[in-house]
């Protein structure tokens, strides 16, 4: 049952995202998570210090393995772990496959070290093959982000809302899981920063520009609902709960449908993408690029030193010459 809940909710999500549903479908409370399940939530946000929308992915990968391997992780083997994991990756993408593969494996070692199951079956996990970073990152052009922003009507709540959310995108590089848990608290206004806590849990303080800030200050003004709950961004129709991270992609998607954008890419992240390359083209350094985008790793941002062409034939070097045989 968890797990059929588990499929129906994301289903419903998708197909938000995709604006084939645009009327809210009520969705039944969840079942309870199995014990299992919960232990490792738990683990991982004790270990790993994942945020809640990672291990929701991993749950759904789970609510599977619990119903075709069974709870008693002691009868696992590592035939049976190879055969689930090959029958579920050949009938998905590469990024779906690589998230299963990514949450098997915490799960197994969640496993072993709690003793439930016999060391080593998490080297039993297949690797799927994926050439990390070999293509463009997928951005907006400066002048397209323009007419994104554009499209918002500053007379409206929504419009001061999306406004907003749009802003901490492309001009600071916000993730939707940052929009979605920004609290009152984490807005300096003495000081013009934002507190912004990244995948890790590291919490980093960014500069407010002018522009971002008078965004934020105009929606909590005049735009925002009178909610009782501390979050920043908040559903415009009551009740008033905070936005989830679909709907921050929602919002960038309607927006660029507005704006008559032309792009594969509708969701939160092409704004972060769009952030990261302007900055470079405005000659910011990678390592002042990776501050602003929380990276961890510089080859995380090197991703973004591809998009800059100019640059990139100024280095190349010719093609070498090829004697004919």
């Not at 909710?9 to 399940?37: A, E, W």
């Not at 092409?270 to 952030?275: D, E, I, N, P, T």
Request: glycine share 6%; aromatic share 6%.
């Amino acid at each position: 049952m968890w797990a059929r809940w588990l499929v129906r909710v994301h289903c419903l999500s998708k197909l938000r995202h995709l604006n084939v549903l645009t009327s809210p479908v009520p969705v039944p409370s969840p079942p309870d998570r199995p014990l299992l399940v919960q232990r490792f939530h738990a683990w991982m946000e004790q270990q790993r210090g994942l945020q809640d929308q990672t291990l929701q992915g991993y749950e759904r990968v789970l609510g599977d393995v619990l119903q075709t391997l069974g709870d008693v992780p002691g009868d696992y083997t590592a035939a049976s772990i190879r055969t689930f994991v090959v029958q579920r990756t050949t009938k998905q993408s590469r990024a779906a496959g690589k998230n299963l593969v990514t949450a098997m494996r915490h799960f197994l070692r969640f496993l072993i070290a709690d003793g439930m199951c016999r060391p080593g079956l998490d080297g039993a996990v297949p690797t799927i093959a994926i050439w990390r970073q070999a293509a463009l990152p997928r951005y907006l052009p400066a002048s397209d982000v323009d007419r994104v922003l554009a499209s918002c009507d500053p007379s409206t709540p929504v419009g001061l809302r999306d406004r907003a959310v749009l802003l901490l995108l492309a001009r600071l590089g916000f993730r939707s899981g940052d929009i979605r848990a920004l609290a009152m608290g984490d807005v300096d206004w003495e000081q013009a920063s934002v507190c912004v806590a990244g995948k890790s849990r590291t919490h980093v303080r960014l500069p407010l520009t002018q522009e971002v800030g008078g965004a934020l200050l105009d929606y909590l003004a005049r735009g925002r609902p009178p909610a009782a709950t501390d979050r920043v961004f908040v559903r415009m129709a009551a009740p008033w709960r905070p936005l989830g991270a679909p709907a921050v992609s929602s919002i960038v998607a309607r927006a660029i449908a507005r704006a008559g954008v032309t792009t594969r890419c509708r969701g939160a992240h092409v704004l972060r993408h769009s952030a990261a390359t302007e900055m470079l083209r405005q000659g910011a350094t990678l390592d002042q690029i990776g501050a602003v985008l929380r990276h961890r790793y510089l080859d995380t941002t090197a991703h973004y030193a591809k998009v800059d062409v100019p640059r990139l034939r100024a280095i190349a070097l010719p093609w070498p010459e090829v004697t004919p045989c």
